[in-house]
T-cell receptor, first 116, second 115 residues
């Protein structure tokens, strides 16, 4: 299995809702990432998990809460979002976080989030 | 400041024609450079990855080149097809950034192939 699977593909939520995005990989990768991508822009890093521990939080607002239950799963919990949070949310994984280049990312297809 | 700049920003070509996309970077030190293809509304898919010692690498109709001295890379697409219409993103990794999981993304080139 060489895929990163993201669910749901599309999500519409109100500003008072609580929802979650899910990501799963079975490649034995030990690093997992959340990126946010606005239209016609490159992905922006949000969080990095290395060996199931949060290693990077790029000053993301607390209304986004990541969780890594095990080495194959990564969640992004959403609460009290704003319309400007509407974007494509990409999950990625890599063998590891390292300087040797082992962090070649495999991306999921993304979850398209619309906040009303 | 570590930067990755791509040109052109967008490109329209006719089906069957060749094209070349450019990526210049100021990242130093350098680990590797990757080209990703991203279809609209989908996640990026890796086309090639090149390290310091590699000059050229092919993946089907895609050929990437790297000149580590001038810090330039190109992606050449041969005999374009309608399915090549996508954004192409150049991503550079530095040992300093790699240790934290951070990669440096270019802004991408949007390619449109017309029949």
């Amino acid at each position: 299995d060489t895929e990163v699977t993201q669910t749901p593909k599309h999500l519409v939520m109100g500003m008072t809702n609580k929802k979650s995005l899910k990501c799963e990989q079975h490649m034995g990768h030990r690093a997992m990432y959340w990126y946010k991508q606005k239209a016609k822009k490159p992905p922006e890093l949000m969080f990095v998990y290395s060996y199931e521990k949060l290693s990077i939080n790029e000053s993301v607002p607390s209304r986004f809460s990541p969780e890594c239950p095990n080495s194959s799963l990564l969640n992004l919990h959403l609460h009290a979002l704003q319309p400007e949070d509407s974007a494509l949310y990409l999950c990625a994984s890599s063998q590891a976080v390292s300087a040797s280049g082992a962090n070649v990312l495999t991306f999921g297809a993304g979850s398209r989030l619309t906040v009303l | 400041k570590n930067q990755v700049e791509q040109s052109p920003q967008s490109l329209i070509i006719l089906e069957g024609k060749n094209c070349t996309l450019q990526c210049n970077y100021t990242v130093s030190p350098f680990s590797n450079l990757r080209w990703y293809k991203q279809d609209t509304g989908r996640g990026p898919v890796s086309l090639t990855i090149m390290t310091f010692s590699e000059n050229t690498k092919s993946n089907g109709r895609y050929t990437a080149t790297l000149d580590a001295d001038t810090k330039q890379s190109s992606l050449h697409i041969t005999a374009s097809q309608l399915s090549d219409s996508a954004s192409y993103i150049c991503v550079v990794s530095s040992p300093r950034s790699s240790n934290t999981g951070k990669l440096i993304f270019g802004q991408g080139t949007t390619l449109q192939v017309k029949p």
